[in-house]
């Protein structure tokens, strides 16, 4: 018979990178100490590493070693085990969509459930609570676009939304446009505005 450890790596190696393993899916083999035990055993040894509290991931080997999984993957693991949409922060949006040329030098993505910090080898991932408008949309363009208008703030909106009616896809551009009444009241007006101008060929 397996012992508790190998049951447990033998787990993480058929997930992809990024897949997350939690003490608690194990409690079937053990009491809950001996599994917490054996979760702390694997992690000192560096066949596991512990991203947050019941959070573990398996290190990638490569060429030069042994590197945490990226970021992404380890975030798209997370919103799957726990059923919530975990998306891009609003100034990490804005950056991609082109309404700013700041830089982030922090890794942040926002949620509708609890806050947490993630611990990726060296780096330090932060998921911040957002309200519920801003992650209405989920992970697509229109959302991403939501959350960098929130970012942005009411003094840029009008040419920030001038900007997104022309680099959004004619779809994101009209997701964008229908979801306005479940916005803040500046940032509808200025889509709903930017409407208006599209209608008349301005």
């Not at 018979?1 to 997350?20: N, T, V």
């Not at 949006?93 to 611990?119: D, H, M, W, Y």
Request: hydrophobic fraction near 45%; charge should be positive.
């Amino acid at each position: 018979m397996k012992s508790l450890s190998a049951a447990i790596i033998e787990h993480s190696r058929l997930l992809p990178e990024g897949g997350i393993l939690a003490p608690n899916e194990f409690l079937h083999l053990a009491d809950r100490a001996s599994v917490d035990q054996a979760f702390s055993r694997l992690a000192k040894g560096g066949e596991l590493m512990r991203i947050s509290r019941g959070l573990y991931v398996a290190p990638v080997t490569g060429r030069f070693g042994k590197r945490a999984p990226a970021t992404e993957k380890v975030i798209s693991a997370i919103a799957s085990k726990s059923h919530q949409v975990i998306a891009l922060s609003g100034a990490r949006a804005a950056n991609l969509l082109g309404l700013t040329q700041q830089v982030s030098i922090r890794e942040v993505f926002v949620t509708g459930g609890r806050p947490r910090t993630l611990q990726l080898g060296k780096a330090q991932v932060r998921i911040e609570h957002a309200p519920h408008w801003q992650i209405a949309l989920g992970t697509t363009i229109a959302g991403d676009a939501v959350r960098a208008l929130a970012w942005l703030g009411k003094p840029h909106a009008p040419e920030a939304v001038a900007k997104l009616r022309t680099c959004l896809s004619s779809n994101d551009w009209q997701v964008l446009k229908s979801h306005r009444s479940k916005l803040p009241p500046w940032m509808a007006e200025a889509i709903g505005r930017e409407a208006v101008f599209a209608e008349k060929g301005f």
